[in-house]
Every structure is written in structure tokens, then in C-alpha cells.
């Protein structure tokens, strides 16, 4: 059995939710549509397969999106048996996958770096790369889940937008719900609100279904209310995950999480983002150069391919939005909880980074 195989053995044994993993020669996903009346899995062969599912949305969340992107370099240089043009033409097709996903493009370009060399020996040279960005990952998520712990106090309810959960990182909690989890693992009582995150109900779907699994208390709203939610005092912190930090601490999160953090100022309540170093952009100044993605305007208009309007009528799907620093309180890392002023302190950061 080579490491990779031991590797994903002992995470499987660990109890750890895989959003991906590698046997026999291919990739298994969770297929994160089904989720949470199904939990179903399925082969990938090709890279162009998994671009296809990541696209779709199968396989979603930054931290699975990196460990995708790595997983799909080591399957490029199996199949291409270390074809070094092929294996990078793979990494562009990857990348191009979600535009506004930094931990993406960041992965797949770290473990390009290493394909080098004669091609017999690319495969594990890149195997040994996807093996220490797994653990990496899976050690930033205890490392941030433990400082922002800190900042959870008993009895909290916690609000968090869209899925930012096990199944969209590397299997432990991914960033807000390391957050949660390890707050509620040193035995503080804890709620949750989750908020649906239409039009692809992540948070109805996936977050209530970890939190159910983890045993964590939580109640699910429609995006709608929360707003009415903290007005009440339903809400004592906000913790969130990050699709990308720009360096002036600008945050790009599911669309949604801009209002969320609007009501958060009026009502006194700390706005946290959970996030890792390789999220934080720090070649992109300010929200404003975050470029988002906008998917197709049907998901709107649909629920699970039922029309929701009247055929032809026009709808609008930016994925993302951009929440400015001064709205922040703080952004949880690996490395420690920072706060404003974030562009200077996201800057000491950035040397400490790996
Ligand atoms: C997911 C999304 C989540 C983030 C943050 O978008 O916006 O809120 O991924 O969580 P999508 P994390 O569902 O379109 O991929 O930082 O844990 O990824």
C-alpha cells in the first residue's frame, strides 16, 4: 500500500466527513448535490470529469476545492504518465473551474511546482505534495477552529452563512464549523443559526446535516430573517468561511453574507470570517479586483429543475459578494485572530505564512 492509500485509510478510521479521496487509481466524491437525503459517491476518471463536477457544484466549498485541485494534478500525471505539458494543460482546466475560489488556483499551482523531472518519476513526486497539502489542510482546520474557540462564549448562538463544514474542507469542520465544533467540543453550550443560502441551499442542506452529525443544537432560517434575528437577540456572533481574503481584509463569501454583516454593524454583533493563508489573496489589493463568478441565472429560477417563475423571466446569480474590512471584527487564521487594521496586520501575517 503506498502512503497516499495509508493516508486516506487513517483519515477514513479518524472518522473524518471526506469531500474526496483517492483508491484504486481514480478520485470518489461525495456528491454534495445529494446531500442530506443521500449520501452518494462516484468514480472520476479524468480531470475533465472532475472539472465537470466541480463546476456543477458536486464537489464545492474552498478547502475541498484546493484538495480537488491537487488530487486532480496527481490524476493528470498518473493518466499522462508524466506527460509534463499534458499534466499542466490539466492544472489550467482546473483553475479556470471558479473563478472567484483563491485556494484553488493557489493548490493547483503549488503542486505544479513540482512537476519536474523524468516522467516515471512525476507521479510521486506529486503524490508526496498532495500528501502534505492533506495534512497541512487538516492541521490549519484544529489550528484555526482552536484560536477562533476563543472567541465563542458560553451559551452563544452563532450564525453562519452558506456551508462552510467538513464536507467543503478536509473533513473536520472546514473553517466556521471547526469553530463551532471545537467551541462545543470544550463544552459550551451552543446554537446555531444556519441560513438556507438559496438558490443552492448549502446551509439547508450540508450545514444542518454536519451539525446533526456533530450533535451540535441549531435551527435553520431562510436568508430572509436574519435581520429580524439579531434585531430579537437570537444572535451573539456571526462566524462565516471565506472564498477570498483580499489584503486589505475585504472578504469575498456566498452571496448573502454582505447583508448578514450590514445588520451585524447595526446590531453590535462581531462579524468573523474563519479562513487559512492560502485564501488570503495578497496580490489583490481590495474586494473591488475579487473577481466574481456568476452562474447561470436558471438556478434561480429553479429549484431541483422546478421552475419557481414564469418561463423567460429574467434572474440574476452572482455567486458572491464582497464584504468590506470596516464591517469585520475579526479573521480567524492558523496563526492567530486579526483584527483591524487589517491591511497592516494581514502584512506581518503574510511572512509568518507557509
Ligand atoms: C461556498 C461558500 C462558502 C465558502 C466558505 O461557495 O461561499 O461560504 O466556501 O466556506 P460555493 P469555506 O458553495 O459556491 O462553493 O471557507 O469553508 O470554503
Known amino acids: 500500500m503506498n502512503d497516499l492509500h495509508q493516508l486516506v485509510s487513517k483519515f477514513k478510521d479518524d472518522q473524518l466527513l471526506l469531500p474526496i479521496w483517492f483508491e484504486n487509481g481514480s478520485l470518489k466524491i461525495l456528491d454534495q448535490l445529494k446531500l442530506p437525503f443521500q449520501e452518494e459517491y462516484y468514480t472520476i476518471h479524468s480531470v475533465e470529469d472532475l472539472a465537470k463536477a466541480i463546476k456543477d457544484m458536486n464537489i464545492r466549498g474552498s478547502g475541498a476545492l484546493g484538495i480537488s485541485g491537487a488530487y486532480g494534478i496527481y490524476l493528470a500525471a498518473l493518466n499522462s504518465k508524466g506527460h509534463i505539458h499534458e499534466i499542466h494543460q490539466a492544472g489550467q482546466l482546473l483553475k479556470s473551474t471558479r473563478p472567484t475560489a483563491i485556494n484553488l488556483m493557489k493548490t493547483v499551482d503549488e503542486v505544479l511546482s513540482t512537476v519536474s523531472g523524468k516522467p516515471e518519476e512525476v507521479a510521486s513526486k506529486v503524490e508526496a505534495k498532495v500528501i502534505e497539502i492533506l495534512k497541512r489542510q487538516l492541521e490549519f482546520e484544529h489550528k484555526l477552529g482552536e484560536y477562533g474557540a476563543t472567541l465563542i462564549d458560553d451559551g452563544d448562538t452563532i450564525l453562519t452563512h452558506c456551508h462552510s463544514g467538513a464536507v467543503g474542507g478536509s473533513g473536520y469542520g472546514g473553517r466556521a464549523l471547526s469553530v463551532i465544533r471545537k467551541a462545543f467540543d470544550q463544552g459550551k453550550s451552543l446554537n446555531v443559526i444556519a441560513c438556507e443560502t438559496r438558490p443552492y441551499l448549502q446551509g439547508a442542506r450540508i450545514t444542518t446535516y454536519e451539525l446533526k452529525k456533530f450533535g451540535i443544537p441549531h435551527t435553520l432560517i431562510t436568508d430572509n430573517m436574519s435581520g429580524f434575528c439579531m434585531k430579537n437577540g437570537m444572535v451573539q456572533k456571526i462566524v462565516v468561511g471565506s472564498d477570498r481574503v483580499a489584503s486589505n481584509g475585504d472578504l469575498a463569501n456566498k452571496v448573502g453574507t454582505y447583508m448578514h454583516a450590514l445588520a451585524a454593524k447595526e446590531h453590535n454583533i462581531p462579524f468573523y470570517t474563519a479562513t487559512s493563508s492560502h485564501t488570503i489573496d495578497f496580490d489583490t489589493n481590495n474586494g473591488d479586483s475579487i473577481e466574481i463568478?456568476?452562474?447561470?441565472?436558471?438556478?434561480?429560477?429553479?429549484?431541483?429543475?422546478?421552475?419557481?417563475?414564469?418561463?423567460?423571466?429574467?434572474?440574476?446569480?452572482?455567486?458572491?459578494?464582497?464584504t468590506p474590512n470596516h464591517l469585520i471584527k475579526g479573521i480567524i487564521t492558523e496563526k492567530g485572530v486579526i483584527s483591524a487594521p487589517f491591511e497592516q496586520n494581514l502584512k506581518v501575517l503574510e511572512t509568518q505564512f507557509v
Open 293 to 322: 463568478e456568476y452562474r447561470d441565472a436558471a438556478e434561480v429560477t429553479h429549484i431541483n429543475n422546478s421552475p419557481i417563475a414564469l418561463e423567460g423571466t429574467k434572474a440574476l446569480y452572482p455567486s458572491f459578494d464582497i
